[in-house]
Structure formats: C-alpha cells, structure tokens
C-alpha cells in the first residue's frame, strides 16, 4: 500500500513467458480487475508481461569484431515473421542486460573492503586490538569459482574456560545478515583462511571480549561477462572484456577466436545450490553449499558454464568411483527419477577418467568442478538445477510426428551456434529404416514437396551428430519413433563475436634455462588467459630446502624488451614471490596458472621461463586437413611473428623426416620426426607429429597464418602545405631517341589488323611459287613472290605540323559498299553490266570483241594499278545472242549486237567498287566518322594522326584496324619517403621464340615431322606471331603448307599467304630474314599448325636514379620468365624457364611454377587491378627480382579463392619441349632435371594490358605492344607526399586510413622515427573500421647536427636521441682502435673543456651507444672503421636562444628541427602495433617557416625550404578542426590545429605579406630570432573586396615579431 489510490505489487515466478492481468482485491476474498476507457472507448486492463530472460531470434550485429582488449558489440533484434508468426523472442527496450562470451560463469575476488569493526554498547577496545587485517590468500584450484559478492562477518565468542575465540560466517552482498557460524578459532597474528582465498590476521593476541565483530566485502566479477547495459529500442550493447580461450573457437577455418554472445536479463539464479548428500551420512542427509560444516565445505562442487537449454532441468550427480562419475537429468519435479530411480528420465551416463579438479562438461554448456577430490567418496552425491536465463541461437524444436510418439522418446535436442552469415531451417525425419534418419537445412522455411533431401541416413542417437555450421543434434531416446517422424527447428545467425587475436594469450613454450642441471622429470604446464597488456615473461626457479628432491617452486614477472626496432630495449626487473608447493595449480599472473604433471624431483636452481603476449596472428587449418598427425603452436619469444598474412610449407622427405620453409625461402635440412616433440620452426612457429614414421614422402601440408594487425595505408591533417599530396610526372620522351632507328622518335604506332584482312593480291610472276586464282570457275595458276607477306597496305604518320607528347589509339575500318560505275567505251552504250558486285576489293574491268568478233574476252586489274599488275586475257566466251555471258564474282555482261569487229578501239572498262572507302574513330569515341573515300595521298583523321593508303583499291570490306602510339604514361599514388626520377628504357635485340606444335585434330603427325626449324635473323621492326598452316595442295601427293603474320593478340587480324610452298629440309624464306625448314617432309596432316613469336621493340627496363636497373620486362601478353629472390640461383640471368606462346587470358594474371623432386607444379594468380594507394592494400618496395605475392603460392581458402587458383598435378620435366600450362601460355624447362632445385619458383607474367608497375605505388602503361626503338627513354619524376604535417607544439588532429580498426578503448596511436627515437603514443579515437584519428603531443626539436669527419676517413657515424640540456655542446668522437672510440664534450660559446675523453668503449657496429644527455651514437655494421676516425656534432640547447643560434649555424637539406615520424596503430593498448612504413604513413613534426629568401612555389615550408610570404604560409596552415573533434574533446576550447609560422630575419611588406587572409585559422607567428623580423601593412580601401584582414584578429598571435602600420 502507498496511498488509496497507489499499490506496489511484487511479480510472482511463473512458468512460461506469458501477459498477466492484474486482479486486487481490498480484503482477499473477491477480486476485480475493472478497465480504464481509452478515447474509443476500449477499455484497457492492468496487464502485466512475463518475458524471457533470455532474448533469442534473428540478431544483426553491427559490428562483429573485436581486438584482443575486448570492445563494443552493438546487437540489432530484427522481427522475421514466418507464416504470419514471429520467430524468436525480443528484448524489451530499456532494460537492464547481462553480456558475456566464452565458456566459464566463474567469478574472482577482486577487492576486499577494509573491516569494520563494532562493539557491544558500553565495551571499550583499544585501536590496537580492534585492527584486523584482510588479504586474498594464494588461491587454490577451486576458489577461483566463487559465483556472487559476499558480506563476512568475523565474531568474538567467549567460551567459559577458554580464551576468547572467533567464528565466522557470510551472506550474500546487499541481503540481511543470517546463515551458520563456523566452529571456533583462536585470535592469530599470522593468516588464518577463512574461505577460498581470504585469510585474516591480528595485531594483538588478546583484548577482544564477546561481542565484538568485523565485517567486510568481497567484491567479485566475472571477467568475461559484463552487466548493467541498457538496450536501447531494438539495439542492445554489450561492452565485452578480453574472451575466455579455453573456449573452443566455434570456426577454426577464420582468423581469430569466434565465440558466441550470450545476453540475458537475469544471471542471479541460473543455477540452485548444490545439495550435497555424503555416502556415509545416514539417509543422505543433504547439505547445502552455503553451510560452513567441514564436510560440506570439503566437498563441496561449483557449477559453471551458460546453460544452452530451452527448458529447466535438474542434475544428480553421482560418484562412482576414484577416477569416474555417473550423472543424470530430469525435469524439475519428475518423482519417477527422485523417488523410483525408474523411467525415461533416469538413465545415467558414466564419464571416465573425469578431471574432478579441472571441471567435468555434463551438457548443455553445463561444468561441475569438485573443491577437493580427496574429499570424495563412491556414492557421494549432488543435485541441483539449472535454469533457462542465456540466449541460445536456434529456436524450440517443432515435432510433428504420428501420436504413438511419446513425448519422451519425441525429444530432440539442439547444440551449437550458427556459424554461417544466414538463418537456417533445419529439419530431420526418421526414415522406413528404423532408428535411421536424414536432415536437411534451408534458408527459408521447407517445402517438403519440392525440396530435396541431401542428408541421409543415420543413425539415431543419444550422443551429438554434427549436422553444419556449428550444429549438432542428438535425442533423449533411441527408441519409440516411428518412420514419417519429423523435427524442425530454426538456427539464428548474428551470434559470433570474433576476437582479432589467437590465442588472445600468446603463451610460449617453457623453455628451461641453458644452466639447468639435468634430471628433472618434467617442465611444468603454464595454462589460461593472458589478460595483461604488456608483453611479460614469467621466471620459475626450483627451491626450497632441498638438493635434487625439491617440491617447491618461487616465481617472478618481468616485463621483456619490445622488439620494435624503433623503441629503446627495456627490462624492468622484480622480486621473486616466496615458495609454493607444486602439487597444486597456481595463479602466476593474470590470468595464468601453473601446474606440475610431476610434483617432486627436481632440482635446486633450475629454472624456466614462458613469454606472454598478444599474438596478432592466427593459424588457420592446416591443408590439407591431417587429422591429428600435425599440431601447430606459438613460440614466438623473439616477436619474429610476420606482420602479414603468411604461410609455412612442410614436405616430408621420407617417413620420417621432413622439410620446411616460410613462404618461398628455401627449403630446411631435412629435420627427423621425434614424436610429440615440438620442432622450432621459424618466425615464432613450431610443430609436433603425433607419430614417428608412416608418412608419405612427398606429401605436404600448408600451415597459412593469418595476421590480424590493423593497416595503416595514409596520414593526413587538415594542413595544406606544397607536399600535401604527392604527385608523379608524364614521362618526357628523351631526346636522344630521334637517333634511334628504326622509329626515330616517331610517337605514331603501327597499323594492327584486327579483323581478317585480305589486303592488296600478289600477282607478280615469279618462278618461286605458285597460286590458284579463281576466275569463270576456272583455276588459273599464276605465279607469287616468296617472301612478300602481305601488310595492311597503309601506313600511318603525325599530321604535318602537329607536334605532342601524346596520341590517341585510332581504330579505322574499311567500308564501301559494292557498286558499279557507268561503262567506258567508244560504244559504251552496247553492252550492260548486271549483278552485285561480290569480289573483295576495288577492280576496273576491260571488254573486247575477239576473233570474228562474235566472241569476246576479258581481264581486270586492281584500281590504281598499272598494266604490270593486269590479270592475263580470260579464256573467249561467245557474245550471248540473247540473254547475258556470266563474268566474274556474280558480275554478267549482255551486248546489244552480236558481232563488233575486233579491235582495241571496241574496247570497254568499267569500276566495281567494294572496299573503296573507309571511317574511323578515337579511342573512347562510339560514333565512327562520314565515310572517305580512299585516295591513295596523306588523308589526315584526327588529333594529330595522318594515314596514306599505298593502293586505291586491295582492302576488304569490314577489314578493322587499329593505329596505335608509341608513347608511354604514367599514373598511380606514389608512396616513397624520398622525391624521386625514374628512367624507362626500351631494351633487348630482336629474336623469335622456339615454335609451339599444334596438331590436327585430324591427324596424328609426331616426331621428326612435328620438328620445325626457325633461322634466320629477324629484322622485323615490330612483334609479329607466325602461324605455318599444312595444306593440301592442287597436286595431291605433295606436303604443302601456307603461313600468316599477326599482331600479338590479334589472330583475326591476320590472313593466310595465298602463295602455297612445298615443305623442304632446306631453309624458306618467309619474311623479314625469317626461314623455315622441317626435320622431315612427309608424314604431316592437313590442318598441322605451327606458332612462333618474333619480337622486336617489346622489351623494357626501368630503374630509379641511384639504383640498379631491373630485370627486363615483356610489354605485354607472354612476359620473361622471373626467379623468385629466394632462388638458390636467382643471381643468375639465365633462370633455365622459358615462357613462349599466345596468352588468351582477359585479364593480368601470373603463372606460378614450382620445381618438385623430379617433376614440377603449376598455378595461376590473378593480379589485382586497383592500385589506388590510398585506398587499398599497396604492395611494398622489394627487389624487382622478388615477386612474392602471399596469394601467389598460398592456396588459402577465401573470399577471393576464385583469383589465387589452385596447384596442378605434379607434371615430369620434359627438357627443351614447350609444356601447355592453359590459356596459351607454354613453358620450356632448358637445364637438365638435377640442375633444378627443389623448391625453386618462376614467375611468368602474363599480361592483356601493357600496365606495368615500377616500385613505390609509380605504374606505367605503354601505347603500343612493340615496335618501340631499341634505346629509347624516357623519365618521369615523382615527388613524395607530407600527407600529415602539424607544429612541434602538439594538438593537431591525424586523420589515419587503413583497414581492420576496432572498436576498443585500447585502440591507441604511435609515432617512433629512428634518429630521435622519441616514442609518442596517444589514444585514438574511433571513426569506422577504416578511419580512426588521433591527437599529438608536444615534441621535442630535433636539434642535434649530423657528425662532421674530422680525421682520415669519411666513414659515416650516426646520431641518434633527443638533447636534453639548455647548454649548446659540441661533442668529439675519435677510434683510438679499430673495435674502441672515446668521446668528449666542448661548450659551443667557449673553449671549456665539460666532459673530458671517454674511457675507451667498444663501437659495437649496429648498436645505439649512449654519450652525453641523451644523444646517442651509432657504428655503422657495413663499414670498417681503423684509428685515426674522427667526428663531430653540435647539439643546441632547448631554450630559446639555443633555438635562434641554431638558425643562425645551421643550413642543410633536412626537415631539422623538425622531424618525420612514422605513425602505427594497435587495438590492444600498445602490445602489437601495425607495421606499415612508407611515404604515405608518416608524420612531420614542423612549424611553418617563411623567410625573404625562401620560395612560394617550390618550397615546403620546412626551414631548409621555407615560402618567401606570410600569405602562402596562412594557406599552408592547418584549418580548424571539425566539430565532431571538439565534442571527442570535450571541450569547446581545446585548441587543437593551431599552427605556429616561424619568421626568420627580414622585412615583410607588399603583396603576400599586407592585406593578409587569414582564412579562419589559429596560428602564432614566431620570430626565429627575436626582435630581426618586420611585417609592415599599408591600409586597405573600404570597397576592396579581395583585400585580407590586417593581423588584427584574435586568432592570431605574435611572438617577438615587430609589426609597422598593422593596426594592432
């Protein structure tokens, strides 16, 4: 009651989630429940809704990956309404959640209130006898599984006759005080434990008297469940810890841990307490948990895990023995298994060999864990039940079965979680077999009368079957069903959260001192979760009172190095605890625990040690699959861990041994197997075989590593200096290539025929060869020229006059449809020409009377011809007397008489035209232009390309063509550290490739009649493929063949020779210094094709100025063949593989060839096509000689699997014989088979395009696939970008863009460079799984000079640190041996002597040596360093005046003062970082610099190239951040991008430096040397609108500037 018109009820448990309505009654006999009235008038009840603690249902989660640290998980219920019902039950908006992930419920004491201690009213209690002292005992195995807080009371008791004791007792935290006192103790000054890892003590023995009491709380948590979210509308947010890695990982097959969420409304009773009913105890009197008897606290059981059931159950847990137990599960209140033992329910299942310390699984995600085996007796026992409180990821199984069914025996359970990205139907039916059934699944709901059943058969059982995707099944029963039988049931997605680490805990193996004296029985076991952050390595050191007997152990934590090559090696060191016994397990530290398989018998001062860490990188399953003959593990004490996605290779040589490499390296020596012992691979990995021997020699296994480092691909701030982007040149043709034949610098390409062209017809008379020409149905032979291939019969050039550096690619096309022109003739009106023209090109025809003249004869050239090229006179045709004569190609003639005296003057011609005219097109362009007709003169097409048709007539209609350029261009994002000029040179002589042998399909030609020579030198200007084509010839009998040239690429382009030759042992001449012969001349089949490839202009190099040049490179289609770096012979040019042939792809690709023991394999990779840098993954700087791609040789299964290809079957090496590999592409093996090694890889590009990429994100596409000059080049320059720019003073905003960026509270950036060494992290904020931003710090000025030689040699000495003393100091550094260097330290003002020479020190070449106030020098490891060596360096002063002396001093090419950092991202609060380093991820620490003497165009603002005006150091400022900065801030006022301009000495006036616009920005303007800079401004007129504010804003500040007229 609250007042009359007010009550509180409290809700009564119910069964089922259900509404209630409210009933009150004023004296509880009758009841009422009477309805408001809404406004229509509908009444509304007091109705109350009963909800499920656990929501289920379709999940989206909005983000499903985290970092090691934990993180965010937002969880979107969406409703999925099937046949009109909702699925799955939703979260009520606004209401408290409960979060976890992993396997264990358990909880840990984390804090101990101070006790409070009270008196009885009236007793006094001196300070001292009151203090009581409260600590967390070492726990044992079991305490580590308290379930909730608990209040202690601790209460004086006085006993007659005794001293007075004390007896103990708790309570749940937050309830009333109640429960059993514990038996008596006496008051100690030493620990007493009073519960599982709580022990008190006294100051003082006596003084306390009855009454008096402490009390005290232990706090507890779970640490991998989180409580006290609020759910927002359909959204819940769970904030998850660190995962739990002794939970399996539901998907091995992804990188990292996936486990599922588990959410629910209510975790305070999932489980009862345990009642424990001991053998020896008459009638099995029960015992709860929460008595303080010994009995019961001995024998106590935790119950731990996420109950998965749909449904309440009770468990009764029964010992069976020593080493077993048996146990069974009812449901609550199920008599017939309480009181008869008898029924369905009351089957028990025995486990073996149970692990009663560690935990022992039941079902149903259900553990039991004993406190102390010992304890335990045969027919022990104890129930307890457990309650339906988590979410589960599958709905209520649905039975629609026959009614024989039982409920019993129709119990069907659902295990697991849903792996996949879709909801699942699943469904199972019993078949006609008896205890058999099939299953399928579906991503909607089943339509049994169209759906197959894949699925089937099997057998029923009560043990789990796995269906897919993390979903197993099994039934209470194996009998009582009947065939029809069905079940079905949905399984939700949206449940796996994936942790970006595996383990999350990386756990090295023990590894034992070197020290170690032999005779131990076993290392110890380290277990658990790593929940630090640092990375750790834990000390164990055997002692006690012992020699060679010992069982006691101490520990210690140290905190090892950091392998990042840029931070300062660091070990901060600790006590060791005291001793331990080892017959129990340990926590260490964090989450670790340690245990001992043998618990005596080692020796006094042997020590071991284990690494922890966060381990970036997962191990994916190993392929293909080895059952349990390989394990994979993680001993990476040395951080050698790749940085990338990475995989390892193991071959095994014989059975029992193997071999390994990493990636492409070379393969190990052959390692022996020794069974279950761990084998030290490399770079943090190793691996153990379960048996010895038995394996297979040749058989591999891929063991892929994925990483889980965030990528960092480019920085940028809001600034807008000259370098803010980067920017690559147009290569610039050098001129020295107008020297070089045969192009002379021509930028116009060859003519490619595209489409099948005819072209002009050989018809002079010659005795080399002979050709049919068809004419009245007749075959006339006619003589050809060998050696006269046809060309396109056009020739294109650059417009006269016009001059570029570019030109497009012209497509042109033969057009002209047939027509006839009117007949010539002194009687022209006598004869009729009929038909349409059906010839292939242009002919002017010629008719004359003959003999009698009733008869009449013809012939025809070529328009444009003369009388040489004139077809001879046909056969005579009679003048038809009605009717007309047929004349050639579907052309008649008909005559008006029948009889004309013969005479030349009786004589007709006329034209018919086809193929006479042509249109053409730009590339891009769709519309094709008017058509023209061919003229045989210099026609000009467009933008600066010419054509000249060498015959007015020879072109087939629909003949194509394209005209191509010899230029080259350039594009990409170029991401080098340094400004850079890159030289690409046309390189190579003109050669052929051996032919590649197609055979007829017809035929069965090999051996010596398959054997086709090529000799001869070609002097092609272009690349051409010659096809050779066996024919049958007009005399049969005689092998003939006919050939053809086309342009790479273009196999329509290209028509078959007419001039058909007789195959000779002797070399025929084909073109171009080109001949062929055969090794035999019969034996061939018509239809036999021969290929070859003639190159010429096809082949480049490139090189970076500075550098070396790189290996040659194909333009295009087929490439040279590329060893891989690792090669044991990739020094040497000649690799001993050849690629040959036509690549037919689409598409880049690369064809990967790997040398096996006796044989080789092949695979095709499909190369990226974006090359955006700052937008994707950009490959990194390598030798050009290294081609490794992790995707080329590494089949991992994947979402791109489709472009990595898989590996062929091992294929023998046939010596000097083309090998089809697909797509055209041939290989020939040129060593003999033992000159390969094993291992070795080649790399044959493949290319469609003539895209070729440089180094540093720099690509280059070329006009034209060949026909370039031999010598000629071209350069282009790229300039490197400062993206990311603020001042030395901090606060500017790093917007940073990569991949794989978490959510986390410990996502964290990190800016190192190695020559200051100066380590910056900063937290991050989270903008999306691609953007994240961070703020600076402060930096320290970088002024500390590079080291002068000032003795014999130049040899190079190196400076590294941060100066940390006002005084400005020289430092002398001499060698006074060639291993030992001294040094000493002047004043820069004065001739004082402050640090006097050094005792001598060893260089140590490659190491950081400290010197003087943290500069740091260091010997190079590549140069020899002799006496007499000698430098030195200034280092200034970090105030003020140090700063402008430094100005005055110093002039270099650095950013000094400034500094280039690199900047890296970790998601786990600094233990793994991301490893990009290039141009595009650095940031420089600079303030603006502006001088009289600097640059506005080419200088960067740095102080080595500062701008010459105040205004384009205003542009180049940093702007304002956005206003989502200052809320991440919190703060309105936090200055962040405020820019500081540096002035140097001078006068600053007139345009540039008055009227300046200050464009909204916050800068401070700084003198470099106090009271030497002036900026005068002259007044501006009221109506200029283009003139700048006048320096009197309040966001600019001035700092030991002089100012003139600047109105301030």
Known sequence: YVDLSTIVVLSPPRDTAHVARIYVSAHGQKFFCLGAFDVDEVPVYLDFTYVHHAPSGHWQLLNPYLASQGGEVRVLQTENIVNGERQGIMHPGRKPLHCASGLSTRRKIIHLTEPVSSIATGSTLSPEDRAMRVNLSEPDNYDSATQSDFTYEIAAKNIPGKEVQWRWRKWPLGNQPFGTYSELHPFSTHPVEIDHGIAISFTTLSGKHDGVTWKFDAITRNPFQVHDETAFGKTMICRLPPPDVNHPNADGSHG?????????????????????????????????????????????????????????????????????????????????????????????????????????????????????????????????????????????????????????????????????????????????????????????????????????????????????????????????????????????????????????????????????????????KVFGTYLGQERIRISIKIGGNCSSTCTQFRWKKERASSHNPHDVMDRQESEFSKLYEMKHPRQLAEGIYISWAVVSGYTYGNAYTVTLSHTPTSVLPVRPAPSSVLSVFFNDAAGKLPARNSYFTIEFWNSSAFKWRIETSQYSKIVPVIINQPAHLTSGVSVAM?????????????????????????????????????????????????????????????????????????????????????????????????????????????????????????????????????????????????????????????????????????????????????????????????????????????????????????????????????????????????????????????????????????????????????????????FGEEDAEFVVRIAGNSQYDPPVFHPSSLGNTSGLPALMTITGKYTGSSTYVYEILIVEDIRVGIASFTWKKYALGYRDGGAYDRCRKKLSLSPIELDAGISISWAAISGQSDGDIWRFTAHAGDTFHWRRLGSKWSPPCRITNVGLVVPDGNNIDSHKLEPGVHAIGEYEGSADATFVVEILRDAFRWKKHMLASDYDGKSTNMSSSKDPAVMFDSHL?????????????????????????????????????????????????????????????????????????????????????????????????????????????????????????????????????????????????????????????????????????????????????????????????????????????????????????????????????????????????????????????????????????????????????????????????????????????????????????????????????????????????????????????????????????????????????????????????????ADDLYYGRVLKDSEIHLDGVETLNCEL
């Open 690 to 974: 379960s048996k010895i021997n038995g394996h297979t020699p040749g058989v591999r296994h891929l063991i892929p590593l994925r990483t889980h480092l965030a990528r960092v691909f480019n920085i940028t701030s809001k600034h807008h200096g000259m370098r803010e982007r980067a920017s690559v040149s147009m290569p610039e043709a050098s001129l020295s290539n107008h020297l070089n034949s045969p192009n002379y610098g021509s930028m116009v390409g060859n003519v490619i025929p595209q489409i099948v062209n005819f072209g002009p017809l050989h018809l002079n008379g010659d005795s080399g060869g002979e050709v049919p020409f068809q004419q009245n149905d007749h075959v006339t032979e006619i003589k050809c020229t060998p050696g006269n291939q046809r060309e396109p019969g056009f020739v294109a050039s650059a417009t006269k006059g016009y001059v570029v550096d570019s030109y497009p690619i012209v497509y042109l096309k033969i057009v002209g449809l047939p027509s006839l022109s009117n007949v010539l003739g002194v009687q022209n009106n006598e004869i009729e020409i009929f038909g349409e023209y059906s010839g292939a090109s242009s002919y002017v025809y010629e008719i004359e009377s003959h003999k009698a003249g009733d008869y009449f004869i013809w012939r025809k050239q070529s328009l444009g011809s003369n009388d040489k090229h004139v077809t001879s006179w046909s056969q005579v045709n009679a003048i038809p007397v009605s009717g007309s004569s047929p004349l050639d190609h579907n052309l008649s003639v008909s005559f008006k008489s029948t009889f004309y005296a013969a005479s030349s003057n009786k004589r007709w011609t006329f034209t018919a035209h086809k193929g006479h005219t042509f249109a053409f097109r730009v590339a891009g362009g769709a519309v094709w232009s008017e058509e023209k007709v061919i003229t045989g003169e210099v026609q000009e097409l467009a933008s600066g390309i010419s054509v000249r048709f060498s015959q007015l007539s020879g072109y087939s209609s629909g003949a194509q063509f394209m005209i191509s350029n010899r230029t080259v261009d350039s594009f990409g994002t170029y």
């Open 1193 to 1581: 040789i590494n089949d991992i299964q994947s979402e791109h699997a489709e472009l990595y290809g898989e590996w062929s079957p091992a294929i023998s090496l046939a010596l000097a014989k083309p090998i089809h590999l697909m797509e055209g592409v041939h290989v020939i093996f040129t060593r003999l088979i033992n000159n390969y090694a094993h291992g070795d890889l080649f790399y044959i590009p493949a290319k469609s395009s003539r895209h070729h990429g440089l180094e540093f994100g720099i690509r280059i596409a070329f006009g034209s696939d060949s026909g370039y000059s031999p010598g000629d080049q071209w350069h282009l320059k790229a300039k490197s970008e400062v993206g990311a720019r603020g001042p030395l003073r901090g606060n500017t905003e790093m917007v940073i863009r990569g991949s794989g960026f978490l959510r986390s509270h410990a996502l964290c950036c990190k800016l190192t460079d190695p020559r200051t060494m100066h380590t910056m992290i900063v937290r991050a904020r989270h903008v999306s799984y691609a953007e994240v931003r961070c703020i600076t710090k402060l930096h320290p000025a970088d002024m500390i000079t590079d080291p002068n030689s000032a003795g014999f040699g130049d040899r190079a000495l190196y400076v590294h640190g941060v100066y940390k003393s006002l005084r400005s100091v020289i430092i002398d550094v001499r060698l006074n041996s060639s291993t030992d260097f001294q040094w000493r330290v002047r004043d820069m003002d004065s001739p004082q002597i402050l640090e006097h020479w050094s005792q001598p020190k060893c260089i140590s070449p490659g190491s950081i040596l400290p010197v003087y106030f943290g500069i740091s020098v260091r010997f190079s490891d590549s140069e020899e360093y002799d006496i007499g060596d000698a430098w030195s360096l200034s280092a200034y002063g970090t105030d003020r005046s140090s700063s402008a002396k430094y100005y005055r001093d110093v002039q270099d090419n650095s950013a000094r003062p400034g500094i280039v950092k690199y900047v890296s991202i970790s998601l786990d609060g600094g233990s793994t970082w991301s490893a990009d380093q290039h141009g595009l991820t650095r940031f420089l620490f600079s303030d603006i610099h502006v001088s009289p003497f600097g640059d506005d165009v080419f200088g960067d603002g740095t102080y080595s190239m500062p701008y010459k005006t105040l205004q384009h150091a205003f542009y180049a400022a940093l702007s304002p951040p956005e206003s989502a900065t200052r809320i991440y801030l919190n703060s309105e006022n936090s200055h962040v991008n405020w820019d500081t301009i540096v002035v140097h000495p001078g006068r600053y006036t007139g345009v540039g430096n008055s009227g300046i616009f200050v464009l909204g920005k916050v800068l401070t303007i700084s003198s470099a040397q106090s009271q030497m800079a002036m900026i005068e401004c002259y007044p501006s007129s």
């Open 256 to 524: 990292g841990m996936q486990q599922e969420l588990k959410i629910s409304l209510n975790v305070d009773r999932c489980f009862s307490k345990p009642i424990y009913r001991p053998i020896h105890v008459p009638d099995n009197t029960a015992f709860k948990h929460d008595s303080n008897k010994t009995n019961a606290s001995q024998a106590a059981i935790i119950v731990d895990g996420y109950f998965s059931a749909l449904e309440d159950y009770s468990f009764d847990i029964v010992i069976s023995s020593p080493t077993s137990l048996k146990w069974r599960k009812y449901r609550p209140g199920t008599s017939t298994c309480t009181m008869r033992h008898e029924g369905t329910w009351c089957r028990y299942t025995t486990i073996l060999d149970a692990d009663f310390e560690r935990g022992v699984y039941l079902e149903h995600g259900i553990f039991v864990k004993f406190a102390q085996k010992s304890a335990t007796q045969s027919g022990d026992r104890w129930e307890f039940t457990a309650f339906a409180c988590w979410s589960t990821s599958f709905s209520p199984v649905t039975f629609c079965g026959k009614r024989m069914t039982s409920n019993d025996d129709a119990l069907l359970y659902v295990d697991g979680t849903l792996s996949g990205s879709e909801d699942l139907t699943f469904e199972v039916e019993l078949l006609g077999d008896q205890g058999m059934f099939r299953w399928r699944s579906f991503v909607q709901a089943p339509n049994s009368g169209s759906d197959e059943w894949v699925h089937g058969s099997h057998m029923i059982s009560t043990s789990p079957y796995y269906l897919e995707h993390g979903i197993s099944i099994y039934w209470l029963t194996t009998g009582g069903k009947h065939p029809g039988d069905r079940w079905n049931w949905k399984a939700f997605s949206g449940r796996l959260v994936t942790t970006l680490a595996t383990p999350y805990l990386y756990l090295s193996e023990i590894v034992p001192s070197s020290t170690n004296i032999p005779g131990d029985p076993a290392a110890p």
